[in-house]
């Protein structure tokens, strides 16, 4: 898997979440899994590790973004955009491997992908404020 299809899928796994309770997330993770085709062990353990290394870091991250969201709170954010702003935050903030113009860029992607028509433009500002801090 590229990392372009390892950061959707983890996408995925951060907004199956918002939905489903904390202990039910191990048996939602395992249905997940199994019906992704062609899924690779290290993809699999990739995807796991960052799902869970982002959840550890919700407190901070959902701070940040209430902080730099003037007018939107993370509670009145769609789940989507608010999911997508939860990776990309992540990845800004704590992931040394991926470049912050690139999180910036594949989340507006995931935006214009899963997101409502001005989600792309929403994630994109908001992630600018937190980029030049």
């Known amino acids: 898997m590229g990392r372009r299809e390892l950061r959707e899928n983890i996408f995925k796994l951060l907004f199956l979440s918002a939905f ?3 202990d039910e997330m191990p048996r939602q993770l395992e249905l997940y ?7 690779q062990e290290k993809d699999q353990i990739y995807m796991e590790d960052k799902f869970r290394l982002i959840m550890g870091k919700l407190g ?3 701070g940040l973004l209430n902080e730099k969201s003037s007018g939107w709170k993370t509670t009145r954010m769609s789940k989507v955009d608010l999911t997508i702003l939860r990776l990309a ?7 040394e491997d991926v470049p912050t113009g ?3 860029n594949e989340a507006v992607e995931l935006a214009k992908r899963f997101g409502q028509d001005e989600s792309a433009s929403f994630v994109n500002g908001i992630l600018g404020a937190v980029a030049q801090e």
Do not use: P
């Not at 899994?33 to 899924?39: A, H, K």
């Open 102 to 104: 690139v999180a910036i």
């Open 60 to 62: 901070e991250i959902d």
């Open 33 to 39: 899994f199994d019906n992704l085709e062609d899924l």
């Open 20 to 22: 489903n309770q904390e």
């Open 89 to 95: 935050v992540y990845e800004i903030r704590f992931d």
